[in-house]
């Protein structure tokens, strides 16, 4: 149940072990919040989705597909940070181990002066140290002294969009694993990759591999009478007997399909937060402006992408205040923000533009809530999504470690063994 990618994760895994899978999804489109449609003529995605080097399974999944040659991912963590008055300064790794790889490109980032630089360099030291604080990250940067300037050009540009969320609505834990894991245990770890093609082309792919995806196909309830069996009622009355089920849907559909979590031996799965994402396509008159990607300080758009010459996508993350907002505003706003911070577009026209937004983005757990692994109380009944408890933040790659994780222990569940590829 769901063909975004934790679905279509387990579902390859499954169909790869000999398993005859039918997928099902409520939406026309495969991808879940990570697919593409039809704007204006033009295929966009629902969001400019960012991976890390880091992000393996997600690469190996790509790969596995035959998509790899549609990864782009830089040779080293490279970023061009542009103020909004046009000031460029470059974040870099250097041929030094980690985590001293950023040091050279982090004593001549202009967006910071030294009492800055040295507030951030005292909470990396301890950064460590947030793996087992309680409270949020904001919240523990705080308690380390960083300053309004610190969190305006470090820690919001690199850790609102990463998590989707303001700095003080993420868990010091969360951000803590991100810190570590990208930026100060591995020197390529931070490297940014994103498709060049249209996102859906990779979820095509994985559903190439299954026997039967149902599209436009809600599935409103979900009966599991022994452990051999389970019966998937959906939106009409139709009723479809299987041997075992994946449930890869966001956390509110969880709750109405099973009905009472607690059944399954699963902890309560209201207050789960949905976070916005828009994005804002502008198209400009004024050719290639030589970057792949930017980002912008102290500005609603985190990051611009340079899709193609006269093409420029904005992501808005936690995007709360501009979900709801006319695209001619958003449109004007974007335009308003690159112009400023991209010196040649000053004489630019804006030939166009359209926006993408995707209200449930991510998921942000409850404070203090244990999110569910794949096992249920029912061996045939596994659950799999980015926002479940893959040891990552609601993330690609967490979707795609759930989707394997819930069909390894599904298979293991059935006497079968689970799918080793990579």
């Known amino acids: ?20 899978v039918t997928l099902f999804e409520r939406s026309r489109l495969l991808g879940g919040r990570a697919t593409s449609f039809q704007v204006d003529g033009v295929e966009v995605d ?23 040659g549609s990864l782009r991912l830089q040779d080293r963590f490279d970023v061009l940070a542009l103020s909004r008055r046009g000031v460029a300064s470059r974040l870099r790794t250097a041929a030094l181990p980690a985590p001293w790889h950023l040091l050279v490109s982090f004593l001549a980032y202009r967006h910071l002066g030294w009492g ?40 919001r540009p690199l850790f609102v969009p990463a998590l989707n969320a303001p700095l003080d609505r993420v868990s010091a834990v969360d951000a803590a694993f991100v810190l570590l894991t990208a930026f100060l245990e591995d020197r390529g770890a931070a490297r940014l990759g994103y498709a060049t093609v249209p996102l859906a082309r990779l979820a095509e792919a994985a559903a190439a591999r299954l026997g039967s995806a149902r599209l436009s196909t809600p599935v409103v ?91 420029l996508c904005c992501s808005l993350s936690a995007a ?17 923000e690159v112009t400023g911070a991209i010196p040649p577009l000053a004489r630019a026209t804006l030939v166009r533009g359209a926006a993408t937004r995707s209200p449930e983005a991510t998921f942000l757990a409850p404070a203090g809530a244990r999110r569910p692994g794949p096992a249920t109380l029912r061996p045939n009944l596994a659950i799999a999504g980015s926002w479940t408890d893959t040891g990552w933040p ?22 079968r063994t689970p799918c080793a590829t990579r």
Not at 394 to 415: C, I, K, N
């Open 1 to 20: 149940m769901g063909a975004g990618l934790a679905g279509l994760a387990a579902a390859v895994d499954l169909a790869a072990a000999g398993c005859a």
């Open 46 to 68: 629902n969001g400019q989705h960012v991976f890390l080097a880091c992000f393996t399974e997600f690469i190996a999944f790509a790969h596995r597909l035959g998509m790899g």
């Open 116 to 155: 800055a630089k040295l507030d951030v360099a005292r909470a990396l030291a301890r950064a460590r140290e947030a793996r087992t604080a309680s409270g949020t990250f904001g919240e523990w940067l705080a308690r380390l002294g960083q300053r309004e300037e610190a969190l305006r050009g470090f820690w």
């Open 221 to 311: 309830g979900l009966e599991v009478p022994s452990d051999d069996r389970a019966v998937l009622v959906l939106d009409g009355g139709e009723r479809v007997t299987v041997e075992a089920v994946v449930a890869a849907v966001p956390p509110p559909q969880l709750a109405r399909i099973l009905g009472r979590a607690d059944r399954y031996g699963l902890p309560p799965l209201e207050g789960y937060e949905p976070r916005p994402i828009v994005d804002v396509h502008l198209w400009h008159d004024r050719g290639s402006l030589g970057f792949d990607l930017a980002a912008l300080l102290d500005s609603p758009v985190q990051w611009v992408f340079e899709k193609a010459p006269g093409y």
């Open 320 to 336: 709360d205040r501009h979900i709801r907002q006319p695209t001619a505003e958003l449109v004007r706003l974007c335009w308003d």
């Open 394 to 415: 609601d993330t690609l790659e967490s979707a795609v470690r759930s989707g394997r994780a819930a069909a390894a222990h599904l298979l293991r569940s059935l006497g």
